[in-house]
């Protein structure tokens, strides 16, 4: 019988690009693996691999087995959940989410808070990290979600799915005290003024360049930042404008001394869903897929 360890093995030395960035992905030694691999080769009786230099490539058979593994531990992983969710039922169902850094951590709670207002308790279990990071993690079903403002990079190996959440407009917000400082016609109050700006690896972060571009406006930046809550933090204390959901207008301006600038607008803030469900099954997922159509755009 086949012995889905080793396939499992295979698969992620195949996904990688070799043994070694492998063995860090699943905190396995390099030998191991190798040993398994050749394992898996001889009981198979073909070759899956072909060395080239210093790299490794699938043969023809191996890239055949790549297409029937994927299939396998997607299946699989699916299966887990149905069951998970099922057996969860009256106790409390364990729902591990991953939050790419990009993401607004407010846009996040409000994404997520629907999952708890199931009708069987929710043990929910949140990580932060970068996009790649994450989706190696869902990729080896430790996380069943990952929530990301882009689909899943053509660049990664995971096989993932994309489920788009909904969209936002974006808007900028600025202290009391540094609106008086720039006062005028938004959006020409922002030329020659600081603005703090979402990381590089956000989505929105070009569209919001691009956006001044069009707006003919040259602010200042001052600053970028991978966590909104950090920039909105500096934004409080009249650092610079910093943008923010539209849709939380409401309680971004709630605190003290904080105004709503304008919106930028043609920019909007897309938020997906990255799953290995093919077909959304897990009913945390699913409340927070119905929840996002009535709250985004």
Known sequence: MLNYK?????QQ???AGGISRASERLHVSPQTISTQ???LEDRLGVELFVKNGRSLELTETGRLTLQYARD???????LEAVLRDRSGRGKALEFRVGVADSVSKAVAFHLVEPALELPD???????EGRMERLLSELGMHRLDLVLADAPVPSTVSVRAYSHRLGATEVAFYAAGSLRERFAGEFPACLNGAPVLLPGADAAISQRLRAWFERAGVRPVVVGEFDDSALAQEFGKKGVGFFVGPAFLAPSITAQHGMLAVGLAQGVRDEF???SIERRITHRCVVAITEAARGMLG
Request: hydrophobic fraction near 45%; charged fraction near 15%.
């Open 6 to 10: 080793h396939l499992h093995y295979f």
């Open 121 to 127: 308790p929710v043990r929910l279990v949140c990580q």
């Open 272 to 274: 997906y869903a990255l």
């Open 72 to 78: 396998i531990f997607t299946t699989g992983a699916e």
């Open 37 to 39: 691999i050749s394992e």
């Open 13 to 15: 030395v195949a996904e």
